[in-house]
């Protein structure tokens, strides 16, 4: 009986390994076929033309320096915003004290009728924002008796004066202000003419 077990399992055993050899030439088989499908398919694709190679490196070149400048240009446009925005702070900073000098002046006013203190107060106040405009070096631009310029003054209208020459400024309605070369508002005048 036990020589029956045995030639049964070796029967089994031997199936098994039959099967398994089986198994191994089908997968080879399948891994050959591949293989020619593979060869095929390279044997079909065209040879690469040196020219179209270098097009296509070119084109991915620009793809990325067009990558590369949006980039550039959303991180200038970030710091662009953030100078503005420190700019207008310090501008702001500067003018602040003034404001609360202007809030202390009011209620300076209502608390009593000393004119002469109000007065004063206001003149303190103008100091300090031409101080504050000294500190952002802007300056007032100079129209008074001076040659009419239309890069620095807008003419609102004309005047006749015989003692002033001809393009002369010879009132001024509203003051103007410059930064630098830069005009922030042109002098609103009254320019003379002798005709």
Do not use: C, W
């Not at 990325?64 to 702070?89: G, H, M, P, Y």
């Amino acid at each position: 009986m036990q020589d029956n077990e045995m030639k049964e399992k070796q029967a089994e055993q031997e199936a098994a390994e039959a099967k398994a050899a089986e198994q191994e030439t089908e997968e080879a088989a399948e891994a050959e076929k591949a293989e020619d499908a593979k060869n095929a398919e390279e044997a079909a694709e065209p040879e690469v033309d040196p020219k179209d190679a270098k097009i296509e490196e070119l084109q991915n070149r620009l793809l990325r320096l067009q990558a590369d400048f949006e980039n550039f240009r959303r991180r200038t446009n970030i710091e662009k915003e953030q100078l503005s925005t420190f700019v207008t702070a310090n501008v702001v900073g500067k003018f602040l004290k003034v404001l609360d000098n202007f809030e202390r002046a009011e209620a300076s006013v209502e608390k009593g009728d000393n004119v002469d203190a109000v007065v004063d107060g206001m003149k303190k106040i103008r100091r300090q924002f031409e101080d504050a405009f000294k500190d952002l070096k802007v300056e007032e631009i100079e129209a008074q008796n001076a040659k009419f310029d239309p890069n620095i003054h807008e003419a609102v209208m004309r005047g006749h004066n015989p003692e002033l020459d001809d393009e002369i400024v010879d009132m001024v309605f509203e003051k103007g202000y410059k930064l630098g070369d830069k005009v922030i508002r042109h002098s609103k005048v009254r320019v003379n003419t002798n005709e």
